[in-house]
Nanobody
Framework: VQLQASGGGLVQAGGSLRLSCEAN????????MAWYRQAPGKEREFVAS???????HYLDSVKGRFSVSRDFAKNMVYLQMNNLRPEDTAVYFC?????????????????WGQGTQVTVSS
């Protein structure tokens, strides 16, 4: 599956953005969808996930501010980001993953979209 993220931009602290991720196939086939981010000079980090069979999960620092949602009919995933902070500045990546058992071990295939830049000014 190919993923296309959009919606990034420049916003002042306290503002909001909604990121969108469009899949060219059914996201129902995924074990879940997620968002990651990578700030300059830092490693890519998990932000939020929407597992198909579980409740959403969030990075502690974004809990209560970010919300992940999916539209299965449109094969879209969204990340609503409210009360943005300068430390949220990063390139945000859409991720889809499929988990499966092989040789008695749980394995995972990841699919990535290109990033979208989010810049929060103070």
């Amino acid at each position: 599956v190919q993923l296309q993220a959009s919606g990034g931009g420049l916003v002042q602290a306290g503002g909001s953005l909604r990121l969108s991720c469009e899949a060219n196939g059914s996201i129902l086939r995924m074990s879940g969808m997620a968002w990651y981010r990578q700030a300059p000079g830092k490693e890519r980090e998990f932000v939020a996930s929407a597992p198909t069979d579980d409740r959403p999960h969030y990075l502690d620092s974004v809990k209560g501010r970010f919300s992940v949602s999916r539209d299965f009919a449109k094969n879209m995933v969204y990340l609503q980001m409210n009360n943005l902070r300068p430390e949220d500045t990063a390139v945000y990546f859409c991720n889809g993953y499929k988990t499966y058992w092989s040789d008695g071990r749980l394995k995972r295939n990841d699919y990535w979209g290109q990033g979208t830049q989010v810049t929060v000014s103070s």
